[in-house]
């Protein structure tokens, strides 16, 4: 995430004006970057496989503590 507290020209420069959107409240500048955004199904698809991953994972571990308490 970029913040910028002075002009927002070197912004623009450097990442040749390429945001989803600019929005201006009075004297300040918003740019909104959206690169990090997922843009296809496979995409997405592949995140939610992670997210699951991890989940079981989680599990799996939080299983294991249980049961050598119990133990």
Known sequence: MLHMLNR???VMEKY???????YRFGETTVFIDD?????TPEE???I????RAEG????????RRKIKEIS
Not at 16 to 22: L, Q, S
Not at 35 to 39: E, I, P, T
Not at 48 to 51: A, G, K, L, Y
């Open 8 to 10: 927002g020209d070197a």
């Open 16 to 22: 040749n004006g390429k945001f989803a959107a600019v």
């Open 35 to 39: 690169s990090c955004m997922v843009k």
């Open 44 to 46: 997405r698809e592949k």
């Open 48 to 51: 939610m496989d992670e997210i």
């Open 56 to 63: 079981i994972q989680i599990l799996k571990e939080e299983a």
